[in-house]
């Protein structure tokens, strides 16, 4: 067995990849940090608002959306991940314990494995309801919450894995260069698999827009048949393609980098390109939280129902506080609603 570096720093495992640890802040490592903070905040508020948006609306109490909150809640965390990696990242890498690093990275890839499977989770709940013709699926709910179990499971399990074994402290030369305490056998099998998914899901994806494409012209000759069967079939469709087209675009060009550092391509030059492709990928759980406003039209009312809220509440606390504090005799009069309530449209 080999020797094991475990009481080593951080610049030594740098050092013996030919990975650059800055002691200094460099304007790319600026750029870098301000654009990934403006996007993991942006990240935050826009998931937090599709889990409001969920939780609130009991005509989102349906598998599907189950599965749409909890890709919702898995973007949420990788803005997470990414803001904490934001701020352990450039000079202050080197003042991180192994642990710490270990962290680092183990948010992030728990982040992308709780993604690729709540995709892959989906994709299945789609086919299984469109081949039965509902437009949701009838999975009992406590099915729906063992698979979203099951999924936080598998990725807390990968995300945890190489802290305790699948790192490469006990052998040197196996380093990957882009994460240097890893095997580059772990990014390589992670690459692999995440590109297998993907697979998967668009083979499931194609099956399921020949068979509603069949659906769809049988339907056409049936008067009888109701239009919003195949309205809404193909608008859930539709939704859940382009979230998995926006996260193949911005997921593929960095599990291609992690690939060829994980099968240690020498001319490769993954290190010039590894923080934008990352960069990209974060940008994905943005992506996601706006292609459910964009195509769900019960989603954007209910999110204009919330922000309408926040924005009356606010208004409402505002003009209390200066009834409260202005004098007897003024002129000035505020009217507030009755009994303490905003008044809102409902129908917005």
């Known amino acids: ?58 005509r989102f109490h349906q598998p599907i959306y189950y599965l749409l909150g909890n890709l919702a809640a898995a973007d949420l965390f990788a803005g997470v991940a990414y803001l904490f990696l934001m701020f352990h990242t450039g000079p202050r890498t ?98 692999l698999s995440s590109l297998l998914v993907f697979l998967l899901m668009v083979a499931v994806y194609t099956r399921i827009f020949f068979y509603v494409r069949r659906r769809v012209q049988r339907m056409a000759e049936h008067v009888s048949c109701h239009p919003r069967y195949r309205e ?11 979230i998995l087209g926006a996260f193949v675009v911005c997921w593929t060009p960095g599990q291609v980098v992690l690939l060829l550092d994980g099968l240690d391509c020498k001319s490769c030059n993954v290190l010039a390109v590894e923080k934008y492709f990352l960069l990209l990928a974060e940008s994905n759980s943005l992506v996601n939280a706006a292609v459910y406003s964009c195509r769900d039209a019960e989603m954007r009312r209910t999110f204009r129902r919330l922000l309408c809220c926040m924005c009356l509440r606010r208004s409402s606390h505002k003009s209390a506080h200066y009834t409260s504090s202005a004098r007897t005799g003024a002129s000035t009069r505020i009217m507030l609603p009755e009994n303490g309530h905003s008044l809102m449209d409902s129908t917005l």
């Open 232 to 242: 809404t079939t193909l608008s859930l469709v539709k939704t859940v393609v382009i």
């Open 94 to 191: 080197a003042r991180l314990s192994l642990k710490g690093w270990f962290l680092r990275q183990g948010l992030l890839d728990t982040s992308l494995t709780a993604s690729v499977a709540t995709l892959l989770a989906i994709a299945v709940e789609r086919h299984r309801s469109v081949m039965a013709v509902q437009l949701h699926s009838r999975l009992p709910r406590g099915r729906v919450v063992m698979l979203i179990v099951v999924v936080w499971v598998a990725a807390l399990g990968l995300g945890l894995l190489p802290a305790h074994s699948w790192h490469c402290l006990c052998a040197l030369d196996r380093c990957s260069r882009m994460a240097p305490l890893l095997s580059r056998s772990y990014l390589a099998v992670w690459a």
């Open 1 to 58: 067995m080999g020797q094991c570096y475990y009481n080593e720093t951080i610049g030594f495992f740098y050092n013996n990849s030919g990975k650059e640890l800055s002691s200094y802040w460099r304007p790319k490592d600026v750029v870098v940090v301000a654009l990934g903070l403006t996007v993991s905040v942006l990240v935050l508020l826009t998931n937090l608002l599709v889990i409001a948006a969920i939780a609130s609306n009991r």
